[in-house]
């Protein structure tokens, strides 16, 4: 069986703009970079905080990420970034266009 793409969104509930840039770029490889796996990104206000919606390649490429960066440079601290976890939302994409 061929990988299907995997969505993530996180909500985090009263963060703001300078948390949401604190904490990508402790995450992200660099300006403008996406993670390996990691195959489109987007992020903004929303009613009462800040959500981020990210595409990846596969569930596995996801949980790589979420598992050999994301959790564990959260959990030591980011300065200045979010300051609690997200509220999480995953899909089974069925499609993504370009």
Do not use: C, N
């Amino acid at each position: 069986m061929e990988a299907a793409p995997y969505g993530v969104v996180h909500f985090f509930a009263g963060a703001t703009k300078d948390q949401y840039e604190a904490s990508i770029a402790a995450v992200h490889p660099g300006e403008g970079l996406l993670p390996e796996g990691q195959i489109f990104h987007a992020a903004g206000a929303s009613a009462g905080g800040w959500t981020i919606m990210a595409v990846h390649e596969s569930k596995e490429s996801w949980e790589k990420f979420r598992d050999g960066i994301l959790l564990p440079r959260m959990q030591q601290g980011i300065e200045g970034g979010f300051s609690s976890p997200p509220e999480e939302t995953v899909i089974d994409l069925y499609k993504v266009l370009p």
